[in-house]
């Protein structure tokens, strides 16, 4: 069986644990290829911690105009995940957003209005709101 290629935007904290936790559970069938961290202290730290040394590239939409990737995995600080939601716009690729999906009320709700517009599997597809 062919491995799932991940992306991980926020590779340096939580993204990179959530990265390395699906290579592990899944016996190497999901393998970390590309990353985007804008800090290179946190992304060298990341490769070291993770033990793995994906292609790094500064934005989600550069990583998926360059690299084939599955999946990608945000995990990245609460305060960027809309705007790292908006660099994946016009893709299919399926998505995994770590929570909590934003810093405040008003950006919580541009996420959910992405996910529902989103072409490929999002986060949010399937919650109903009811309030």
Excluded at 62 to 72: I, K, P, Q, W
């Amino acid at each position: 069986m062919k491995a799932l290629r991940v992306g991980v935007i926020g590779f340096g904290g939580r993204g990179g644990h959530v990265g390395q936790t699906a290579e592990l559970a899944t016996g190497g069938l999901m393998r970390v290829v590309a990353a985007v961290d804008p800090s290179d202290e946190r992304f060298k730290k990341g490769c070291e911690t993770f033990r793995c040394h994906p292609v790094r590239y500064a934005t989600g939409r550069e990583m998926l105009a360059t690299e084939r990737v599955d999946v990608v995995i945000i995990g990245s600080p609460n305060a960027a995940h809309l705007e790292n939601l908006q660099e994946l716009e016009g893709a299919a690729v399926p998505i995994f957003l770590e929570k909590p999906l934003e810093a405040n009320w008003e950006k919580i709700c541009d996420v959910v209005r992405f996910c529902r517009s989103y072409q490929g599997p999002a986060p949010m597809r399937s919650i109903a709101w009811t309030g």
